[in-house]
């Protein structure tokens, strides 16, 4: 059997990884400014998230849904402490699309209705409900087509007002929109959708799979508006790798049994990996890291020629040029050795590590000077 062939891949094959740092099979070293999709929240293979998924793994690594698991309780109480979404409860999954779908359905559940509104370049994953909500037509299925969906320009508060009524089911939306190019959702605009979900009996889905869990340099990106919403999705770096993702639910849900389920979310080893991930972000405070040091990225980037804007919140930055940019993210690959993203053909995407340090920012700075001055000469890259 052969692989079906889905991904361009990058001729580049990773047998070991620390910190902020990948080797590859000849022993080259990376620098991960890319967390593997926003993945990587406190470095690759930490110390205490290795021994505490080891440890789980020698006693229980799975049971089902249908006894105590205790190490989900942990879990909760620690995200709501971190969090301060202490009074939400917890519905445990596998993945981001995974949390959207659940996300979807309680909002349907809990009103009856229908209609959904998401905003243009949203990326919510590649599930049926998730796919609908998501503004590309690329990766829609006529299967997954739905008439229930309504697009609306992002950030565009007076549009959303014009486009709510008793008939919405819910607004979905991500705090800081990542693959849609690094947008920030402006506070005006998600204290507008909050006042509008409350007046109509709409349900507010704030999701934080990849702006959440301490990358905009607070927990949830959307605190920067103060506003509470009634879901909030979460995955990517709340597993550090291990695949996890969850609901935080509003205490005015009413939980049924059987009414949401799932074979393998909130298995014992996916909550060990998420408790490490919540014990190190409070140790080493990398909130705050994330903060203090993608204050500092965006300054200094910002101070360099050849970019047309540097946008984001934390250690989510985007870096947009008037040109593609796929040639400078190929030549800090292949000759500075370091993994950056992209968003569209024009942005490059910055998603480290919140536990990266100011010595490994400064040499992507140095390095990232290096390619626009090699670009901007006119070299060919
Ligand atoms: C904002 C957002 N929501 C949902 C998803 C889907 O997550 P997953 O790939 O874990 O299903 C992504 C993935 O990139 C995302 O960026």
């Not at 999709?37 to 205490?48: D, E, F, L, W």
């Not at 009103?111 to 599930?127: D, E, Q, S, Y």
Request: overall charge neutral; aromatic content about 8%.
């Amino acid at each position: 059997m052969t692989l079906f062939d889905v991904y361009p891949l990058y001729d580049i094959e990773p047998v070991r990884a620390q910190g902020s740092y990948l080797w590859d099979h000849y022993g080259t070293r990376y620098l991960d400014l890319y967390g593997g999709h926003a993945v990587i929240s406190i470095g690759h293979s930490h110390p205490h998230y290795v021994a505490r998924l080891t440890d789980q793994l020698g006693r229980i690594g799975f049971y089902s849904n249908s006894v105590r698991i205790p190490q989900q309780t942990e879990l909760a109480r620690k995200l709501g402490e971190l969090s301060g979404c202490e009074d939400y409860r917890l519905f445990l999954v596998s993945s981001g699309a995974e949390a959207n779908e659940n996300a979807l359905k309680l909002a349907s559940f809990h009103n009856g209705r229908k209609k959904v509104i998401a905003f243009t370049h949203a990326f919510h994953g590649r599930t049926a409900g998730a796919v609908a909500v998501t503004d590309n037509p690329a990766i829609l299925a006529p299967v997954n087509e739905s008439d229930h969906v309504r697009f609306l320009p992002f950030n565009d508060a007076p549009a959303l007002e014009a486009a709510m009524s008793e008939a919405i089911c819910a607004v979905i939306v991500e705090g800081i929109q990542g693959v849609g190019g690094v947008q920030v959702a402006s506070e005006t605009f998600l204290q507008t959708a909050r006042r509008l979900c409350n007046q109509f009996g709409a349900v507010l889905i704030l999701d934080g799979v990849q702006c959440g869990y301490g990358r905009s340099g607070k927990f949830f990106s959307h605190q920067f508006a103060g506003i509470q919403p009634d879901l909030i999705t979460v995955a990517k770096g709340m597993g550090n790798g291990f695949p996890i993702g969850g609901v935080l639910i509003h205490p005015k849900f009413e939980a049924k049994h059987g009414m949401l389920g799932t074979t393998f979310g909130g298995n014992h080893l996916a909550c060990v990996a998420a408790i490490a991930v919540l014990d190190v972000i409070k140790e080493e405070n990398l909130v705050e890291n994330a903060a203090v040091l993608g204050e500092y990225l965006r300054k200094e980037l910002r101070a360099l020629p050849g970019i047309k804007e540097v946008r984001g919140r934390g250690l989510m930055i985007g870096i947009e040029f008037e040109q593609p940019a796929e040639a400078l993210r190929r030549k800090l690959l292949f000759e500075h050795r370091m993994f950056t993203g992209a968003s569209g053909k024009h942005t490059i995407r910055l998603l480290p590590s919140l536990a990266i340090g100011k010595p490994e920012l400064d040499s992507f700075l140095e390095a990232f000077e290096t390619v626009l001055g090699s670009v901007n000469a006119g070299v060919a890259p």
